[in-house]
């Protein structure tokens, strides 16, 4: 079955800074990748998504870049800011298994003033 | 407003004395989810349904039971409680179509952090 591998486990970053995070999967029929931002004490939520169709994403400081001949996509955030802190998933899924999430193992991500 | 919610947020309690995660989202969506998210582990699916009366397991469904008698809520049962179920629980809701080939975003609730003693 599939299997998402996430890196780092954690990352800090100087405020301003870019900060990336990157996943591998192992099903090459993988064809829907969100990412989730996790807050403290809060459920994930939907920040970006990318489909094996499109190669980049992005949407304003964010952006998401897939490899799909590789099989690793990535997170970028730009002019990292406080609120940025948090701990981010990737998830990789197929429309096959009605688009069952498997996830990574999570990145806290520390923005340093 | 559109939520998810989750009942209750803390729980402590001792082996074997079965209890109930409750689970309610009012944006009627057809799939629901339960996850439980440990240190190093991210989130792993327990159970899973794609609408009323169609319930299927995920990654760990052992020592979990779910039912899906309404639409709205999707509670998690916990027949016999051990300590290796100590975690944090999200309950999840998302449309899934009438093919489920289409991937719609996944809300989540507050989570539950339970601990068996």
């Known amino acids: 079955g599939e299997n998402v591998e996430q890196h780092p486990s954690t990352l800090s970053v100087q405020e301003g800074d870019s900060a990336v995070i990157k996943c591998t999967y192992s099903d090459s029929a993988s064809n829907y990748f969100p990412w989730y931002k996790q807050e403290l004490g809060k459920g994930p939520q939907l920040i970006i998504d990318?489909?094996?169709n499109v190669g980049e994403k992005k949407d304003q400081r964010i952006a998401v870049t897939l490899n799909k001949t590789a099989k690793h996509f990535s997170l970028h955030i730009t002019e990292t800011q406080p609120e940025d802190s948090a701990v981010y998933f990737c998830a990789a899924s197929r429309w096959d298994s009605n688009y069952q999430l498997i996830w990574g193992a999570g990145t806290k991500l520390i923005i340093k003033p | 407003e559109a939520q998810v919610t989750q009942n209750p947020r803390y729980l402590i309690t001792v082996t074997g004395k079965k209890l109930t995660v409750t689970c309610s989202q009012n944006?009627?969506?057809?799939?629901m989810s339960w996850y439980r998210q440990d240190p190093g582990l991210g989130l792993r699916q327990i159970y899973y349904s794609m609408n009323v009366e169609v319930t299927d397991k995920g990654d760990v469904p052992e020592g979990y039971k779910v039912s899906r008698k309404e639409k709205r809520n999707f509670p998690l049962i916990l027949e016999s409680p051990s300590p290796n179920q100590t975690s944090l629980y999200f309950c999840?809701?998302?449309?899934?179509?009438?093919?489920?080939?289409?991937?719609?975003?996944?809300?989540f609730g507050p989570g539950t952090r339970l601990t068996v003693t």
């Open positions: 990318i489909r094996s």
């Open positions: 944006m009627n969506h057809e799939y």
């Open positions: 999840a809701s998302s449309s899934a179509g009438t093919s489920g080939r289409i991937p719609y975003e996944q809300y």
